[in-house]
């Protein structure tokens, strides 16, 4: 099958959705489909399957920095290369972004699946341009939403039926990964991995540490991630601070290393998460989970079975629960055997036969 994959976020910048849609790609490829990813880029993909159309600009959106880009320029050039490709199926990612996966649906003449990847508890934006994205919603003939948080957010504005099929994760790398791969600091360590801005709690983070530094003298906290709230790390005691580790942006293929190196993962978002991929992956890897009590959240790890739920904005939450984990070793270990199960759910192996049948539903195939 011919395959054209639109994504609406710049592909050489960190995010959850350029990484599903690299992997589904590389997925689909491996099992015989003809793929062409659209993305805009600010410097040429490696990947010759990866088409290149507008370069990104950054705007806030959801609590964070989206790179998109909405020139008239970069749509007729998307226009051009779906109608010259003829794909089978176009599935665009995020199509109600003024972006890329929006100007592919539009030019699209062949049968059209939509991802949805985001939530929020309201988005007045999405509200005042409900009218006019109404054309967009009526042109997919398939919906997909990674979460049911995912499908309950779009469907507020467009009703109709979504099916829910997780985001998939590469399992068998973060299983397979090595900590002796990476030079961290001995001891115990506490690993952080995403963006360093408001939606993430990174204060709320730093916080916790101060809580359980004094508690854990071998204890490092390890940051895979960058962004704004990076200067939290001032409000530390020099002997403190000097246990922080920050290594800035990770390369996505290095961070199993990481993981399998860790002793707890903690990612404390503030909410506004449809999913939680990096929590899949640090279950994947045989790290326990301590996370918020938050709506994407919990359709990833059921609180006490696979990892440890707390309240969003409560360090001291936040500390006990670690607390717990490095303290309680049999606690530890059930969490380590679950989450290793729970996270075989999410595997590509699973995933990308389900996205294949709803391909062959919009297009009269066979599945």
């Known amino acids: 099958m011919r395959i054209l994959l639109a994504c609406p976020y710049a592909w050489d910048a960190p995010g959850g959705v350029q990484i599903h849609v690299r992997q589904l790609a590389e997925r689909l490829r491996a099992r015989g489909h003809e793929v062409q990813v659209l993305a805009p880029a600010g410097r040429r993909p490696v990947e010759p399957w990866v088409h290149a159309v507008g370069r990104p600009v950054k705007l806030p959106y959801n609590g964070s920095v989206v790179p998109i880009c909405f020139s008239w320029r970069s749509w007729r050039e998307i226009r051009d290369v779906v109608r010259a490709s003829s794909p089978d199926v176009v599935h665009a990612h995020e199509p109600m972004s003024p972006s890329t996966s929006m100007f592919a649906v539009l030019s699209a003449r062949r049968p059209v699946v939509a991802t949805f990847h985001s939530f929020l508890d309201r988005s007045r934006l999405l509200e005042l341009t409900t009218p006019a994205l109404r054309a967009v919603w009526r042109r997919l003939d398939g919906r997909i939403a990674v979460s049911t948080a995912a499908a309950a957010f779009v469907g507020r504005a467009f009703p109709g039926e979504i099916e829910i099929i997780p985001n998939g994760v590469e399992i068998e790398r973060f299983a397979q990964a090595s900590g002796e791969a990476v030079e961290l600091p001995?001891?115990?360590?506490?690993?952080?991995?995403?963006?360093?801005?408001?939606?993430?709690?990174?204060?709320?983070?730093?916080?916790?540490?101060?809580?359980?530094?004094?508690?854990?003298?071998?204890?490092?906290?390890?940051?895979?991630?960058?962004?704004?709230?990076?200067?939290?790390?001032?409000?530390?005691?020099?002997?403190?601070?000097?246990?922080?580790?920050?290594?800035?942006?990770?390369?996505?293929?290095?961070?199993?290393?990481?993981?399998?190196?860790?002793?707890?993962?903690?990612?404390?978002?503030?909410?506004?998460?449809?999913?939680?991929?990096?929590?899949?992956?640090?279950?994947?890897?045989?790290?326990?989970?301590?996370?918020?009590?938050?709506?994407?959240?919990?359709?990833?790890?059921?609180?006490?079975v696979d990892g440890l739920l707390v309240p969003p904005r409560d360090p001291d939450a936040l500390a006990g629960s670690i607390r717990r984990v490095l303290r309680e070793p049999g606690l530890a270990e059930r969490l380590v055997a679950a989450g290793r199960i729970r996270a075989q759910e999410f595997s590509w192996d699973r995933v990308v036969p389900r996205i294949e049948a709803v391909y062959a539903h919009v297009t009269g195939r066979t599945a």
């Open 186 to 304: 001995p001891g115990r360590r506490v690993l952080w991995v995403g963006r360093l801005d408001p939606r993430k709690a990174f204060p709320v983070m730093i916080e916790a540490f101060t809580r359980l530094a004094p508690e854990f003298p071998d204890l490092t906290l390890v940051v895979a991630g960058d962004g704004r709230d990076r200067g939290a790390i001032r409000t530390l005691d020099p002997a403190v601070s000097g246990r922080v580790l920050m290594l800035g942006r990770v390369p996505h293929r290095q961070l199993p290393n990481y993981h399998a190196a860790a002793d707890v993962f903690v990612s404390p978002a503030t909410g506004r998460e449809s999913f939680g991929i990096v929590l899949v992956e640090a279950m994947a890897a045989g790290v326990p989970v301590v996370a918020t009590d938050i709506p994407g959240y919990r359709e990833v790890v059921r609180a006490g």
